[in-house]
């Protein structure tokens, strides 16, 4: 008999930041808004322009661990800068995005497949972020924020997501879900 979980997947490519240096620093001054970062598993990672309600800044993403609220894993912190996750080289379509998050405060930035950038809470972005995907956001309050972890199911294709004091890892493209089996 075949045992089928209740989720397969069957292409996958994860940015888990592990291949990076400790206080490895991306940004102003060394980079400019769109210069590629990092490369892991086949999705190559930018460096963007922040955007504010009234303006936007590049300062810098640097590589550390947060091992109180992400624990056991180099992370990626952001400070007034994003992160593009170009997923258009990987062997199959993403239709379902996962990462996980740690909000200690400020304003966030998200956009999928190049629409507008949302500026404000995450847990404020629209559940229809792009056309065709859906967003979901899971948090927990912290003593200092919250962590989180936000779903985008739907043909994805590039991620931009940043925040203030705002840490990411683990973001996981997946080709095919099937869930209820």
């Avoid at 210069?35 to 300062?59: C, K, M, R, W, Y």
């Avoid at 952001?78 to 909000?103: G, Q, W």
């Avoid at 997501?161 to 099937?178: K, P, S, Y």
Wanted: glycine residues 10%; aromatic residues 10%.
């Amino acid at each position: 008999a075949i045992v089928l979980s209740p989720l397969l997947s069957f292409g996958q490519a994860c940015v888990d930041f592990e291949s990076q240096a400790i206080g490895a620093q991306y940004g102003s001054p060394g980079d400019m808004p769109g210069d590629v970062v990092i490369t892991e598993d086949n999705i190559p990672v930018s460096v963007e322009t922040f955007h504010f309600a009234l303006g936007t800044a590049f300062v810098y993403c640097k590589i550390d661990t947060l091992s109180s609220v992400i624990p056991f894993s180099k992370i990626a912190w952001t400070n007034n800068i994003n992160l593009k996750f170009d997923f258009s080289a990987l062997a199959f379509t993403p239709n379902l995005v996962t990462f996980k998050l740690a909000d200690l405060g400020g304003h966030e930035n998200i956009s999928v497949n190049g629409q507008q950038v949302f500026i404000g809470e995450l847990t404020a972005a629209p559940i229809n972020i792009a056309p065709g995907v859906t967003y979901t956001i899971n948090t927990t309050p912290i003593i200092t924020g919250k962590t989180g972890v936000v779903e985008l199911r739907g043909p994805v294709t590039s991620l931009l997501v940043g925040g203030q004091e705002f840490f990411l890892d683990d973001i996981c493209a997946r080709d095919t879900v099937v869930t209820g089996l």
